[in-house]
Structure formats: C-alpha cells, structure tokens
C-alpha cells in the first residue's frame, strides 16, 4: 500500500513537500515516482527515481521540483518549488514493482493528494 501526504492549497511561488511511504513487509522497491492529472487532462509523468538513485523529471518541472527517496523507510519524496498554478492537480505516488512477503507487485498507485496552487 502507497499513502500519500503533504498536498494542500499554497500560493504561486511558494513551496510544498510530498511523502508517500510504502507499507507493509517489503523486501525490494523498483523505480518509484510522482505523476499528477489536472481536471480534464491526462494522468502525467512528473518524477521518478530508481532505487539507485538516477532520476528522471517531466520538462514543465525540471529545476523546480526534487525528487529522493530513503531506501530504508520505503518513502519517496517530491520538494516542489516556485509553484505555478498549471502544477495543480491529484498527484499520485507510483511504484512499478515491489517484492513483498506475499509476492511480487507490479503497477502500484497511491490514493493520491490534491495539490492547488492559486494565482
């Protein structure tokens, strides 16, 4: 299970911090990232980071936004900076496998958190 924190309503420029932590008895986590969907559009890749660090950002966010993650606590993290209201929407914690004591799972997807940034 991923559950995602940190969302809320902040003013253009300003910052907010996501978590999204896994839970449960895992043993390994893949590639973890962030993808958001604003009203009437498409679900979008925002962020990823593999388990050995590399990361991979959407071009609307490079130089803004950071993402990381500890290993150890099966948590991923999105520190997101000079906010513009188009970075509104759901944004959704992803996994793309993990092995956990009752199996592998693939394609996991948080609840999500409302992130809205005013103008």
């Known amino acids: 299970q991923l559950m995602e924190s940190g969302g809320g309503l902040v003013q253009a420029g300003g910052s907010l911090r996501l978590s999204c932590a896994a839970s449960?008895?895992?043993?390994?986590?893949?590639?973890m990232g962030w993808y958001r969907q604003a009203p009437g559009k498409q679900r979008e890749m925002v962020a990823d980071?593999?388990?050995?660090?590399?990361?991979n950002y959407a071009d609307p966010v490079k130089g803004r936004f950071a993402i990381s993650r500890e290993n150890a606590k099966n948590t991923v993290y999105l520190q997101m900076n000079s906010l513009k209201p188009e970075d509104t929407g759901v944004y959704y914690c992803?996994?793309?496998?993990?092995?956990?004591?009752?199996?592998?799972?693939?394609?996991?997807w948080g609840q999500g958190t409302q992130v809205t940034v005013s103008s």
């Open positions: 992803h996994v793309d496998r993990m092995t956990t004591a009752w199996g592998s799972r693939y394609d996991v």
């Open positions: 449960g008895r895992i043993f390994t986590i893949g590639v």
């Open positions: 980071i593999t388990s050995g660090g590399s990361t």
